[in-house]
């Protein structure tokens, strides 16, 4: 009865150990996660810039289109 209480109680303690290294790689690559998504955010934001800037530049050269068409049609 004793034997079967301090192998039950070991093998408690070996399965919080367990428990705690899970918990402890689970921490890390959580960690690891959210480097990896603030990383990507800030390549959206760089995008989303470039694409803003696209946009504008596009809009800039269909008002010159439509000024150098309106001198041709004149």
Request: aromatic fraction near 8%; avoid cysteine.
């Given at each position: 009865?004793?034997?079967?209480?301090?192998?039950t109680g070991q093998n408690l303690g070996n399965l919080q150990i367990l428990q705690q290294q899970k918990i402890e790689e689970l921490t890390?690559?959580?960690?690891?996660?959210?480097?990896?998504?603030?990383?990507l955010n800030k390549i959206i934001e760089i995008?989303?810039?470039?694409?803003?800037?696209l946009h504008d530049q596009v809009a800039r050269q269909q008002k010159s289109i439509e000024i150098i068409e309106n001198k041709i049609n004149k």
């Open positions: 009865r004793e034997d079967s209480i301090t192998a890390l690559y959580t960690i690891e996660q959210y480097k990896t998504i603030n990383s995008q989303n810039n470039n694409i803003k800037a």
